[in-house]
């Protein structure tokens, strides 16, 4: 960049008070400015635009950017107020029991685990997003193992085919089962015991015979699960439970700081 554009950068940067960013990336058309996740201000340019036209373009909606800026400050305020706290030592649930959060600090490969009770953190950073990310990738891994083995056992006693079985992780749906009979499931569904996840299998195999939720399809679901009102109840009361998966900020617990250290040798892990 030549010394007039890192002029009008830095001028940029000092004006706003937050740090700017420039894109280039093929099959961008417009200009656009924009507060990122970050809190940076990102300016995508178009092949045909210079820097300097990109800065100058900037420099000219400083005013603009600036409201921006303080919206997105509002807008993580209120998130980290409204966010999870996991704690070392602390709970989640999982098969409607309660699991300990357990760091187990060590050169091993970085994963979550569901073990004795507890669920355990290897890896060797305290970073929230770290952890989340693992922690998620073991509920949608034991949502796999667990969900497509009901759908089998439940297909068969309803006598229901199905075709593709999916997971993801919807914010507001359970699960769904399309006309040609491919089922999704939200594997945060793994929260639940394992009565109220059979409920949402039987629901989805019960839309084979009526895609609607009209009485004849209640009908049929509850003659072969009776409590699906209790069920589904408890889906409503407890949802909030899973909202920690989307972003928690941790909390580590005075008696949990030190961690457990994992010696690995010869690929054998030993405590
Ligand atoms: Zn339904």
């Known amino acids: 960049m030549r010394r007039r554009n890192l002029l009008s950068l830095q001028q940029i940067e000092s004006e706003l008070q937050a740090p700017l960013c420039l894109l280039r990336r093929r099959g961008l058309k417009r200009l656009t400015l924009m507060v990122n996740r970050r809190g940076q201000v990102q300016i995508s340019i178009p092949w045909q635009h210079s820097d300097e036209f990109a800065l100058q373009f900037a420099l000219d ?6 409201k921006q800026l303080e919206k ?36 091993t490969r970085a994963r979550a685990e569901f073990a004795d009770g507890e669920l355990r953190v290897y890896c060797t950073e305290v970073d929230a997003e770290l952890w989340r990310k693992l922690i998620c990738r073991q509920y949608e891994a034991q949502a796999r193992w667990h969900i497509e083995e009901r759908v089998a056992y439940w297909a068969e006693r309803m006598r229901e085919t199905y075709g593709r079985i999916s997971f993801r992780a919807q914010r507001t749906r359970w699960g769904s089962c399309t006309r040609s009979g491919n089922l999704s499931f939200n594997w945060k569904l793994m ?18 015979q009526h895609l609607d939720h009209s009485p004849r399809f209640w009908s049929r679901v509850a003659e072969f699960d009776p409590y699906h009102k209790e069920h589904q109840d408890y889906l409503k009361r407890h949802q909030h439970r899973v909202h920690f998966l989307e972003s928690f900020s941790l909390a580590m617990d005075p008696i949990a700081t030190d961690p457990v250290t994992v010696e690995v040798e010869n690929g054998n892990l030993s405590l």
């Open 61 to 66: 909606n400083l005013e603009w950017l600036r």
């Open 72 to 107: 997105s400050k509002e807008r993580r305020a209120q998130l980290e107020k409204n966010q999870p706290v996991l704690r070392l030592g602390g709970t989640v649930p999982f098969l409607g029991q309660e699991f300990r959060l357990r760091w187990i600090s060590g050169r």
């Open 191 to 208: 929260f639940a015991p394992p009565e109220v996840i059979d409920y949402v299998v039987i629901h989805e195999l019960a839309h084979r």
